[in-house]
């Protein structure tokens, strides 16, 4: 028998960055969908110990159902250089250290890149929605944003590696844009808009 996949009404979002959260209710807020992020619910940070993206957004959502009972939703995504095989990659958000600065995060970046005349990367972002810590059948949604690191930041928008993440097609950085404008394009919008019409088409 197959388990209808209906949208709950609220979801712990399984993270504490607040750029992350802020574009995730930003997101979901017209659908009906009440956003708690997990430290409002007095719920810490999963371990991340695995290489993908998908067993660390399975960890964070499951441990976020567990301590909450409610629906989760995690995300794990990051920033991968075709030069550096794919780094940052899950380590995007402590490539620099455990203290999880962008700005060391971005200057570990640019000193990797600084010789390399192919920069291309491209965000990557993976969706878990799980309705209970033991949901047999989680539902999964990637989305990709494809561009270039630049040397010198540009832009005083966004977060993480926005300032470096130049987009040719709109001849700016993830910085640059406004807020509309990133929600629309971001790898974590068209992941989430991919999980949307898979619960629309159930």
């Known amino acids: ?43 810490g940070e999963a371990a991340e110990p695995y290489g993908t993206f998908i067993e660390n957004a399975l960890t964070k959502a499951r441990h976020a159902c567990r301590e909450t009972g409610l629906a989760a939703l995690a995300d794990d995504s990051g920033l991968c250089v075709d ?20 700005l060391q995060n971005n200057q570990k970046l640019v000193t990797a890149l600084r010789d390399v005349a192919d920069r291309r990367a491209h965000y990557y972002c993976v969706l878990v929605l799980l309705r209970a810590a033991d949901d047999p059948v989680p539902l999964i949604a990637e989305g990709r944003w494809d561009g270039e690191v630049i040397l010198e930041p540009r832009g005083g928008g966004g977060f993480g590696y926005d300032p470096h993440f130049f987009l040719p097609d709109a001849g700016c950085t993830a910085a640059e844009l406004g807020a509309l404008q990133k929600n629309q394009l971001s790898h974590r919008a068209r992941a989430l808009r991919a999980l949307l019409a898979r619960l629309s088409a159930s």
């Open 1 to 43: 028998m197959s388990i209808p996949l209906r949208a709950p009404r609220r979801l712990v979002v399984a993270s504490n960055n607040p750029g992350k959260l802020r574009e995730f209710e930003t997101l979901l807020r017209p659908l009906g969908i009440e956003v708690s992020a997990q430290a409002e619910l007095g719920v």
């Open 83 to 102: 030069a550096l095989d794919g780094a940052p990659g899950v380590l995007s958000a402590r490539y620099a250290g455990d203290a999880k600065s962008d």
